[in-house]
């Protein structure tokens, strides 16, 4: 099993883990460290190896501040989102884009470019589940 510290970037993206774009070297093993983007705070919920041998899930709690901007991303798997409090636009292509506001679940299906933005004067709060193939780039820009 990795350690916290190895997790402890995760959400990058931060809905996918949601920021200006950053981690484009950072792997499902190794992401970068917390912090690296600001106005978006992280905090590993929980992280095991599996659903299946080369991947691993993760569940990370996200905070971005009012204002910033997620720069279009994919991710190497699956991304479950939940919105707490807050919101912003979210375009994942192929589809319209969402208004995504509290009390919303989404699915950003592996490898699907997506972004967003425009959240207002109101921190956004979110939980996000990753099932990523380890070894991968977590996010790369798309």
Known sequence: MLSRR???GVA???LCSLTGFIASDASAQTPPTPGVTPGVTRKILSQTDGPTPGYVTLVVDIEIEPGVTIGRHTHPGIESAYMLDGGFDLPIEGQPTVAFKPGM?????ANTPHAGGKNG???SHLVSTYIVEKGKPLASPA
């Open 12 to 14: 990058s993206c931060a």
């Open 6 to 8: 190895d997790f402890a």
């Open 105 to 109: 679940g989404i699915v950003v299906p």
């Open 121 to 123: 004067d109101k921190k």
